[in-house]
Nanobody
């Protein structure tokens, strides 16, 4: 079955960097539509970045220029490089497998990881 396991979260100071990883299994990763979402306490889950099967990417305006989504098909792994982190980036980050390419809405995704916490202090 589809399995997504995130790692790499942690606590950093504002301006710092983190790289999240998502190990995928149970499906053909090379042709999958993948994305990163995040959810802060009391807020709705929001799309952060998505990547298509051809490597095309899209980002939420709030992270453009700071976050980079990428994938390594040989390792079945999705990444999110996060630079210049801000306190408002604090959230649980989720990896997701989608049914539609480059979508940043959760309804387009049908498999989710358990999440990894990112905390940014000022």
């Amino acid at each position: 079955q589809v399995q997504l396991v995130e790692s790499g979260g942690g606590s950093v100071q504002a301006g710092g960097s983190l790289t999240l990883s998502c190990a995928a299994s149970g499906f053909f990763f090379g042709s999958a539509y993948m994305a990163w979402f995040r959810q802060a306490p009391g807020k709705e889950r929001e799309g952060v970045a998505a990547i298509g099967d051809d490597g095309t990417t899209t980002y939420a305006d709030s992270v453009k220029g700071r976050f980079t989504i990428s994938k390594d098909n040989a390792k079945n792994t999705l990444y999110l490089q996060m630079n210049n982190l801000k306190p408002e980036d604090t959230a649980m980050y989720y990896c997701a497998k989608g049914r539609v390419s480059l979508l940043l809405f959760s309804w387009g995704y049908n498999a989710w990881g358990q999440g990894t916490q990112v905390t940014v202090s000022s």
